[in-house]
């Protein structure tokens, strides 16, 4: 089914470690994020990329990276997982820039950081 | 800057009852708007969305909103609530160029038998 697939759907870490997000998508869609989901909070939005090879700073992108190599793949690197990273993180697409596109989501990884 | 509030964190509606979930932006040009929802454990669907033209958009599920440029709001209803409809629901700004959505906090829904 063409979509945005996300991968693990779970993880937990320890305090340092790292690991990467993965996000594919079917679509052919340009535009691609990753948002983090907290209580409270709504969606908040970490990277975004524009197509392969364009990356930028979303509202809250310490502690993590992107790469954008290909079209379909934008995973989301979590370089010394912290506590305060636990959350779930959803990553998204749509159709070339230009805010009014709604976005396709992924369906989340909830991931724990003790 | 841009943002989006959602008044109210919770609310409970019987089945069958009428349904309207607030939403207030602040946004300095003409806003694209969103509804999306949420069921547990599952990702965000986009329910409907305002461009431009006419105020009052039909969405999936039975779901419309109306776009009240005077109160800055884009509240969402539904005349007839079935349990299916339990969720949480989002309100989105996009925020001019490449495409960025500023997201509310959320209501979540629950619909009493």
């Known amino acids: 089914n063409a979509g945005v697939t996300q991968t693990p759907k779970f993880q937990v870490l320890k305090t340092g470690q790292s690991m990467t997000l993965q996000c594919a998508q079917d679509?052919?869609?340009?535009?691609m994020s990753w948002y983090r989901q907290d209580p409270g909070m709504g969606l908040r939005l970490i990277h975004y990329?524009?197509?392969?090879?364009?990356?930028d700073q979303g509202e809250v992108p310490n502690g993590y990276n992107v790469s954008r190599s290909t079209t379909e793949d934008f995973p989301l690197r979590l370089l010394s997982a912290a506590p305060s990273q636990t959350s779930v993180y959803f990553c998204?697409?749509?159709?070339?820039?230009?805010?009014?596109?709604?976005?396709?989501f992924g369906s989340g990884t909830r991931l724990t950081v003790v | 800057a841009q943002s989006v509030t959602q008044p109210d964190i919770h609310i409970t509606v019987s089945e069958g009852a009428s349904l309207e979930l607030r939403c207030n932006y602040s946004?300095?040009?003409?806003?694209?708007l969103f509804w999306y929802v949420q069921s547990p454990g599952q990702g965000l669907q986009l329910l409907l969305k305002?461009?431009?033209?006419?105020?009052l958009v039909q969405g999936i599920k039975g779901f419309e909103a109306e776009f009240k440029r005077s109160q800055s709001s884009f509240n969402l209803r539904k005349p007839s609530v079935h349990w299916s409809d339990a969720a949480e629901y989002f309100c989105?700004?996009?925020?001019?160029?490449?495409?960025?959505?500023?997201f509310g906090a959320g209501t979540r829904l629950a619909v009493h038998p």
């Open positions: 998204a697409s749509s159709y070339s820039e230009g805010a009014g596109q709604g976005y396709t």
């Open positions: 679509m052919n869609h340009e535009y």
């Open positions: 990329s524009v197509g392969a090879g364009i990356t």
């Open positions: 946004y300095g040009a003409t806003p694209y």
């Open positions: 305002y461009f431009s033209g006419d105020t």
């Open positions: 989105a700004v996009g925020a001019g160029g490449y495409n960025k959505l500023i």
